[in-house]
Nanobody
């Protein structure tokens, strides 16, 4: 069974930093795109950042220059370094991975359980 386990959320003051981590466990063949999404109260889930298996990154406009996504393919993990946090960054952050479980099998999206990030003074 494939699982994504995220960690690193918490309470931080405006202007502060947090680093989120997410590790994939279980039987897999390959991990394609990985990423982070977030969902604030009363809002839809939105893209934060993605990273391809080759390391190409993409960010939502509001996160460019403040957030950095990275991955460690040896550890099957993805990270999100968040700097200069703002009140509007408060949300539940979900990690995501497109995973192929066997050779020749198309990737399937898997989600982590979500980790709360609260930016407040």
């Amino acid at each position: 069974q494939v699982q994504l386990v995220g960690s690193g959320g918490g309470l931080v003051q405006p202007g502060g930093s947090l680093r989120l981590s997410c590790a994939v466990s279980g039987s897999i063949f390959s991990i394609n795109t990985m990423g982070w999404f977030r969902q604030a109260p009363r809002k839809e889930r939105e893209l934060v950042a993605t990273i391809s298996s080759g390391g190409s990154t993409d960010y939502a406009d509001s996160e460019k220059g403040r957030f950095t996504i990275s991955r460690d393919n040896a550890k099957n993990a993805v990270y999100l370094q968040m700097n200069s946090l703002k009140h509007e960054d408060t949300a539940v952050y979900y990690c995501y991975a497109d995973i192929s479980r066997n050779r020749g099998v198309p990737g399937y999206p898997y989600w982590g359980q979500g980790t709360q990030v609260t930016v407040s003074s």
